[in-house]
């Protein structure tokens, strides 16, 4: 489970270079700091049964964001404080694509392209932590990009 509902806080990108949590890790002791997170969603109680993600570019070029997953990876450089694993010898597990990357057309800072990406976790997407990976296919001279997690929990 998350304890930020943002997978990106307003991250500028000024390459075209693939931007991930391991790239720019979102500090959670510093909430107001950019970065991309990696949100738990294996193990919760209830079960997570979909989530939809909501990614604003805000920035004046188009980006392809492809969702990516992890079984055992390090978030953070405060994980341990998360979740009690041990990120420095799971590091090194490779993350993952889950489905097909989503493009988001070139927005502005006054009127922001909007894509959701909608899952049903137990047939798409069950894995451990998902986060998203950004890239943008031309260098964005303004703007930055955002994205937020909304997680719809199993009843019971």
Not at 21 to 46: A, C, H, K, N, W
Not at 69 to 82: F, P, T, V
Not at 133 to 139: G, I, N, V
């Amino acid at each position: 489970m998350t304890l930020y509902r943002y997978l990106v806080v307003d991250l500028p990108i000024r390459d075209t270079n693939t931007h991930t949590y391991r790239t720019d890790p979102f500090d959670p002791l510093i909430p107001t700091q950019p970065g991309i997170s990696l949100v738990r969603l294996g193990e919760s109680v209830p079960p997570v049964r979909a989530f939809n993600i909501y990614v604003y570019n805000f920035a004046n070029a188009a980006l392809n964001v492809q969702m990516i997953a992890n079984e055992n990876a390090k978030n953070y450089e405060y994980g341990n404080l998360l979740d009690g694993l041990n990120y420095f010898t799971e590091e090194s597990y490779p993350d993952f694509n889950v489905g097909s990357a989503v493009a988001v057309p070139a927005g502005s800072l006054s009127a922001p392209s909007v894509e959701t990406i909608q899952s049903d976790f137990y047939k798409d997407a069950a894995e451990r932590y998902l986060s998203v990976a950004l890239t943008y296919s031309a260098t964005p001279t303004s703007g930055f990009v955002r994205a937020h997690i909304d997680l719809f929990y199993e009843g019971f």
